[in-house]
């Protein structure tokens, strides 16, 4: 089982309309979560970080559930700024030392 | 303030050449990570410095060597290229050692082995 696995994708939404990404982890030792964004050709940048409490930042939602090792991210009314690739990440640390492990991400295109 | 600045940006190397991709973190940040991140793959971690001492070491080959200088700058190098090592390699820093809010990246070195 891959450590993060995500939604294979693409996802292909018109404007305005909310979509969801899942995201789940193997470890159970894993301390915290985020949701990065890479737009293409481009380094990923922090989206947001992930509580048990959920969270939530203009029209992004992100959730999690440590029971079922599931993470979510939420969008509402989709724009089309927000075509790009979403990786769900989680902290891992261990004897390899500490370090962000990926998803493949999951591709979002946002058409007018 | 500059953000994670990594060079050179793009390089064009051939099998069995060796590369040194360099990397300079935000101000104050004392942890220095490296990922490899394979065209339609989320980024691979490889190294972790911290305080210029290895932290932490991904599964990748001993080809791949890293150090932190004592300006908190690390570089990144690989030797004996193969063409499976064409990728974009991405630098990261982080102020703490356990990343609890996450990196900031620079823009990547692109590698093409030939």
């Known amino acids: 089982r891959k450590e993060v696995e995500q939604d294979p994708g693409p996802f292909n939404v018109p404007e305005g309309a909310t979509v969801a990404f899942n995201c789940t982890y193997s470890n159970s030792a894993s301390q915290s979560f985020f949701w990065y964004r890479q737009d293409c050709r481009k380094e990923p940048k922090l989206l947001m970080s992930?509580?048990?409490s959920g969270n939530e930042d203009g029209r992004f939602t992100a959730q999690l559930n440590r029971a079922s090792q599931y993470i979510s991210l939420l969008i509402r009314d989709s724009k089309l700024s927000d075509s790009a690739t979403y990786l769900c990440?989680?902290?891992?640390?261990?004897?390899?030392?500490?370090?962000?492990?990926f998803g493949k991400g999951t591709t979002l295109s946002v058409s007018s | 303030d500059a953000g994670v600045t990594q060079s050179p940006t793009h390089l064009i190397k051939t099998r069995g050449q060796h590369v040194t991709l360099r990397c300079s973190p935000i101000?104050?940040?004392?942890?220095v990570s490296w990922y490899q991140q394979v065209l339609g793959q989320g980024p691979q971690f490889i190294f972790q410095?911290?305080?210029?001492?290895?932290?932490g070491r991904g599964n990748f080959p001993d080809r791949f060597s890293a150090r932190q200088f004592p300006n908190y700058s690390s570089e990144l190098n690989v030797n004996a290229l193969l063409l499976g090592d064409s990728a974009l390699y991405l630098c990261?820093?982080?102020?703490?050692?356990?990343?609890?809010?996450?990196?900031?990246f620079g823009s990547g070195t692109r590698l093409t082995v030939v």
């Open positions: 990261a820093s982080s102020f703490d050692w356990d990343f609890r809010y996450g990196y900031t």
């Open positions: 992930v509580y048990s």
């Open positions: 410095y911290y305080e210029k001492e290895e932290r």
């Open positions: 101000s104050g940040h004392k942890s």
């Open positions: 990440v989680v902290n891992v640390g261990g004897q390899a030392g500490t370090a962000l492990i």
